[in-house]
């Protein structure tokens, strides 16, 4: 007996050639019917013996392309109409917008055995691509994902093309950016007077003047970047000069996965990692034949990735070593995408430009993971990941539509639909102009590709974060109620969520570590014990608060963190008469430190702030690294794990004692038992990693002991001061060993690019 039923297929389920496998399978199953997309997904409608129906779903759900990203399957009964006598697919269905879009997927196999096969008619294609790979996000304007609401609606197909195209058994059928030579986009090289080089080869004569020491800005899928011999001092240092980056590390494209291996230490998870069709910059130890030290100055590891798409790949068969390949941007302004764009702000920069003339929709920074305590770890979500839905627990599937800011640094936004938080790709720092005039204009893009309006909008509590007055300012003109989330509590809530904590289960204990974040009493909050569910939050513990003499200054000067801390925690006339044959107390001496004490004294322009970020500041810069100042977020930090990793094991490197009195973490025996050490002429890496076991110990045993305390089993670990491999290895070890269920993020970052999946979160629970 017949039965005709329609498939509802929600999730990432279009551009990724989901209607040729269902074409494929029931045909196979030898039913009739069709099947289109919509705004909601895919719809299928099949008619035959309920047993082969259910096959045929039970396969759909298996046997789904690799792209795909099933996240609901709905069958209901047709009722009316007769069998149709085949099986067809049928042009796509408008309407409100609940789909999913892929994000960019790096060259499959069988696209680059053609690209690098002679016979092949896409032999050496930069723009090859199927339904399995190829660009997604960053050529997308609208959704239904079809070949019109993308920027290669600038390309007709050519005969050969269009036939891949329409045919249900190719794996180019409905691939929309379908293209070879004959119709598609093309790549030129120029200099930079615009002059177009006379070759037929642009992508080969980029190569050689890579391997002759220049600069050659190459346009990708979401963006154009600068690239180097990875090998050539030289090279590199004209490149931090031109780029205005002094010290911050470099990326790194390799050829295969050998070539990395003469370079960085892989183990089975990073190559999986950097093998993925996601294919982001993996954070990898520094091994064996050393690159320019201009690459990754101060660092122990450094960031690589593979080839992800065809001009890549055709461009490192030429290159027998690495390239720097980073954004192509001044400093931290967002990275260009278009080619004017390019030419006018990269010029002085780049010798040559690799261009191409397939329009770059979306910007898309390559994202950043780091493998840390057993499991990759997102640093930076954008290329390859972006916009994947975040699941999250069942709880939120009837919450209202919202639309999280996220936060000053390391920006994102997040949209709550449907029960699943889309987390924009990385964006940048609002301070920046640009960027947050991009940041602007990404969340209309989302809106309108997503078909959303809000009806809440969540931001962080603190006033001066310009991602906090753009909500306020939307939620005015949209007439919206707005939700003000504290900052360390998004981190722990983010965690939470991305983990499938559900909204009525216990609280968790979060332990929240980051640079700077508004607190609830409008301190600066940075080093805190929360307990937390997604409603509410209470500070059970925190860092022991230190004065940041010239506030901001303090973040870019590490030194005057190291001078409020010893003294704050010691005395700094006691510290001066103790030490002062030391080079750092010498140091110290030389800088207004009166200024600074009646600064501190008075609390003028000396907030306090319990934050860990700092703490590790002013530890680096008493041991000589970063000292006088930092060139971007994070560095003193990050050069101190280095420094201190060699020695974390060491049996030498037993923790100094940090206490918890009076609910505060008291650094003041850190302190002194560093002072003590340099007095001995300790290593400075042996004092580091003293300081990294200590640290950790404490915090491991304060989240045990409230634990305890509170009746909790769940410690949750957030904010960007886990991104130290040191510390989140060793506050997560510490704490499983103790029978603590120890929550981290993976997909979402633990720095402020993760924010606004916290502020969903909380957004949504609150009321």
């Given at each position: 007996?017949?039965?005709?039923?329609?498939?509802?297929?929600?999730?990432?389920?279009?551009?990724?050639?989901?209607?040729?496998?269902?074409?494929?399978?029931?045909?196979?199953?030898?039913?009739?019917?069709?099947?289109?997309?919509?705004?909601?997904?895919?719809?299928?409608?099949?008619?035959g013996e309920p047993a082969v129906c259910d096959r045929f779903v039970h396969a759909l759900k298996q046997d789904a392309p690799p792209l795909a990203v099933i996240e609901a399957v709905e069958r209901t009964p047709l009722v009316h109409g007769a069998p149709p006598d085949d099986f067809q697919i049928v042009v796509s269905h408008d309407g409100e917008t609940h789909t999913g879009v892929a994000p960019d997927a790096a060259t499959c196999k069988a696209c680059l055995r053609e690209v690098?096969?002679?016979?092949?008619?896409?032999?050496?294609?930069?723009?090859?691509?199927?339904?399995?790979?190829?660009?997604?996000?960053?050529?997308?304007?609208?959704?239904?994902?079809?070949?019109?609401?993308?920027?290669?609606?600038?390309?007709?197909?050519?005969?050969?093309?269009?036939?891949?195209?329409?045919?249900?058994?190719?794996?180019?059928?409905?691939?929309?950016?379908?293209?070879?030579?004959?119709?598609?986009?093309?790549?030129?090289?120029?200099?930079?007077?615009?002059?177009?080089?006379?070759?037929?080869?642009?992508?080969?004569?980029?190569?050689?003047?890579?391997?002759?020491?220049?600069?050659?800005?190459?346009?990708?899928?979401?963006?154009?970047?600068?690239?180097?011999?990875?090998?050539?001092?030289?090279?590199?240092?004209?490149?931090?000069?031109?780029?205005?980056?002094?010290?911050?590390?470099?990326?790194?494209?390799?050829?295969?996965?050998?070539?990395?291996?003469?370079?960085?230490?892989?183990?089975?998870?990073?190559?999986?990692?950097?093998?993925?069709?996601?294919?982001?910059?993996?954070?990898?130890?520094?091994?064996?034949?050393?690159?320019?030290?201009?690459?990754?100055?101060?660092?122990?590891?450094?960031?690589?990735?593979?080839?992800?798409?065809?001009?890549?790949?055709?461009?490192?068969?030429?290159?027998?070593?690495?390239?720097?390949?980073?954004?192509?941007?001044?400093?931290?302004?967002?990275?260009?995408?278009?080619?004017?764009?390019?030419?006018?702000?990269?010029?002085?920069?780049?010798?040559?430009?690799?261009?191409?003339?397939?329009?770059?929709?979306?910007?898309?920074?390559?994202?950043?993971?780091?493998?840390?305590?057993?499991?990759?770890?997102?640093?930076?979500?954008?290329?390859?990941?972006?916009?994947?839905?975040?699941?999250?627990?069942a709880a939120f599937r009837n919450a209202p539509r919202i639309l999280a800011m996220g936060g000053e640094l390391k920006s994102t936004f997040c949209l709550l639909r449907d029960g699943q938080a889309i987390l924009s790709q990385h964006l940048g720092d609002l301070e920046e102009a640009a960027t947050l005039r991009e940041y602007r204009r990404m969340i209309q893009h989302y809106r309108r590709l997503f078909d959303f309006d809000p009806e809440r909008i969540v931001v962080d509590r603190?006033?001066?974060?310009?991602?906090?007055?753009?909500?306020?300012?939307?939620?005015?003109?949209?007439?919206?109620?707005?939700?003000?989330?504290?900052?360390?509590?998004?981190?722990?809530?983010?965690?939470?969520?991305?983990?499938?904590?559900?909204?009525?289960?216990?609280?968790?204990?979060?332990?929240?570590?980051?640079?700077?974040?508004?607190?609830?009493?409008?301190?600066?909050?940075?080093?805190?014990?929360?307990?937390?569910?997604?409603?509410?939050?209470?500070?059970?513990?925190?860092?022991?608060?230190?004065?940041?003499?010239?506030?901001?200054?303090?973040?870019?000067?590490?030194?005057?963190?190291?001078?409020?801390?010893?003294?704050?925690?010691?005395?700094?006339?006691?510290?001066?008469?103790?030490?002062?044959?030391?080079?750092?107390?010498?140091?110290?001496?030389?800088?207004?430190?009166?200024?600074?004490?009646?600064?501190?004294?008075?609390?003028?322009?000396?907030?306090?702030?319990?934050?860990?970020?700092?703490?590790?500041?002013?530890?680096?810069?008493?041991?000589?690294?970063?000292?006088?100042?930092?060139?971007?977020?994070?560095?003193?930090?990050?050069?101190?794990?280095?420094?201190?990793?060699?020695?974390?094991?060491?049996?030498?490197?037993?923790?100094?004692?940090?206490?918890?009195?009076?609910?505060?973490?008291?650094?003041?025996?850190?302190?002194?038992?560093?002072?003590?050490?340099?007095?001995?002429?300790?290593?400075?890496?042996?004092?580091?990693?003293?300081?990294?076991?200590?640290?950790?110990?404490?915090?491991?045993?304060?989240?045990?002991?409230?634990?305890?305390?509170?009746?909790?089993?769940?410690?949750?670990?957030?904010?960007?001061?886990?991104?130290?491999?040191?510390?989140?290895?060793?506050?997560?070890?510490?704490?499983?060993?103790?029978?603590?269920?120890?929550?981290?993020?993976?997909?979402?970052?633990?720095?402020?690019?993760?924010?606004?999946?916290?502020?969903?979160?909380?957004?949504?629970?609150?009321?």
């Amino acid at each position: 007996m017949l039965r005709g039923e329609r498939i509802r297929v929600r999730g990432i389920v279009q551009g990724v050639g989901f209607r040729p496998t269902a074409w494929r399978l029931a045909k196979a199953q030898g039913l009739t019917g069709r099947v289109w997309n919509d705004a909601g997904g895919v719809v299928v409608e099949v008619w035959g013996e309920p047993a082969v129906c259910d096959r045929f779903v039970h396969a759909l759900k298996q046997d789904a392309p690799p792209l795909a990203v099933i996240e609901a399957v709905e069958r209901t009964p047709l009722v009316h109409g007769a069998p149709p006598d085949d099986f067809q697919i049928v042009v796509s269905h408008d309407g409100e917008t609940h789909t999913g879009v892929a994000p960019d997927a790096a060259t499959c196999k069988a696209c680059l055995r053609e690209v690098l096969d002679p016979a092949d008619r896409r032999y050496r294609y930069p723009f090859t691509n199927c339904t399995h790979c190829g660009p997604r996000l960053s050529i997308v304007r609208r959704i239904p994902y079809d070949r019109a609401n993308t920027s290669m609606a600038a390309f007709p197909m050519c005969p050969a093309c269009r036939s891949e195209y329409d045919d249900p058994a190719d794996r180019r059928f409905h691939a929309q950016p379908n293209a070879c030579s004959a119709c598609g986009p093309r790549v030129w090289l120029e200099d930079a007077a615009g002059t177009v080089a006379p070759t037929e080869d642009a992508i080969a004569a980029a190569a050689r003047l890579l391997c002759e020491g220049r600069i050659v800005a190459i346009k990708g899928i979401g963006g154009i970047h600068l690239a180097c011999d990875a090998a050539d001092a030289e090279g590199v240092r004209r490149l931090r000069i031109r780029k205005q980056r002094s010290r911050k590390a470099f990326a790194l494209m390799a050829r295969d996965l050998h070539q990395i291996q003469r370079h960085a230490r892989l183990d089975d998870g990073a190559r999986a990692v950097l093998s993925s069709s996601a294919a982001p910059i993996v954070i990898l130890p520094k091994a064996g034949i050393p690159l320019a030290e201009g690459v990754a100055p101060g660092q122990d590891t450094l960031g690589f990735m593979l080839p992800y798409t065809p001009l890549h790949h055709v461009l490192m068969q030429h290159m027998q070593r690495p390239i720097v390949l980073t954004s192509g941007n001044l400093s931290d302004a967002p990275q260009c995408i278009g080619n004017d764009e390019a030419r006018a702000r990269l010029h002085g920069v780049a010798d040559h430009f690799l261009l191409h003339d397939r329009e770059i929709a979306t910007r898309l920074d390559d994202s950043v993971v780091r493998i840390m305590d057993g499991a990759p770890r997102m640093l930076r979500r954008a290329r390859g990941h972006a916009p994947r839905p975040i699941p999250l627990p069942a709880a939120f599937r009837n919450a209202p539509r919202i639309l999280a800011m996220g936060g000053e640094l390391k920006s994102t936004f997040c949209l709550l639909r449907d029960g699943q938080a889309i987390l924009s790709q990385h964006l940048g720092d609002l301070e920046e102009a640009a960027t947050l005039r991009e940041y602007r204009r990404m969340i209309q893009h989302y809106r309108r590709l997503f078909d959303f309006d809000p009806e809440r909008i969540v931001v962080d509590r603190h006033p001066g974060y310009l991602s906090t007055q753009v909500g306020r300012a939307l939620a005015d003109e949209l007439g919206i109620p707005l939700v003000e989330a504290q900052h360390h509590h998004a981190h722990i809530a983010a965690c939470m969520a991305e983990a499938g904590i559900r909204p009525e289960d216990a609280p968790v204990l979060g332990v929240a570590l980051d640079g700077l974040g508004y607190g609830g009493d409008g301190t600066l909050w940075g080093g805190e014990f929360l307990l937390a569910d997604y409603r509410r939050y209470r500070r059970l513990a925190h860092f022991q608060p230190v004065p940041m003499p010239g506030g901001a200054k303090a973040i870019h000067e590490p030194w005057r963190n190291t001078f409020a801390h010893l003294a704050t925690v010691l005395e700094w006339d006691t510290v001066r008469a103790r030490y002062g044959g030391l080079e750092l107390i010498r140091f110290l001496e030389d800088r207004p430190l009166d200024t600074l004490i009646r600064m501190m004294e008075r609390g003028v322009n000396s907030p306090l702030a319990s934050s860990a970020g700092r703490l590790f500041d002013a530890v680096a810069a008493a041991l000589g690294v970063c000292r006088e100042r930092a060139t971007y977020e994070g560095e003193a930090a990050i050069q101190l794990e280095a420094l201190s990793a060699p020695h974390v094991d060491d049996p030498a490197a037993a923790g100094y004692p940090v206490q918890l009195r009076a609910r505060q973490l008291d650094v003041a025996p850190l302190w002194q038992a560093l002072l003590n050490d340099l007095e001995q002429g300790a290593d400075p890496g042996l004092i580091g990693a003293r300081v990294h076991n200590g640290v950790a110990t404490a915090i491991a045993a304060t989240a045990d002991a409230l634990c305890r305390e509170h009746g909790l089993d769940t410690v949750a670990l957030g904010g960007g001061v886990f991104q130290n491999r040191l510390l989140l290895e060793g506050v997560g070890g510490r704490l499983r060993q103790g029978g603590r269920r120890v929550l981290a993020p993976r997909q979402a970052p633990a720095n402020d690019g993760g924010l606004s999946l916290g502020q969903v979160a909380v957004g949504c629970c609150r009321y």
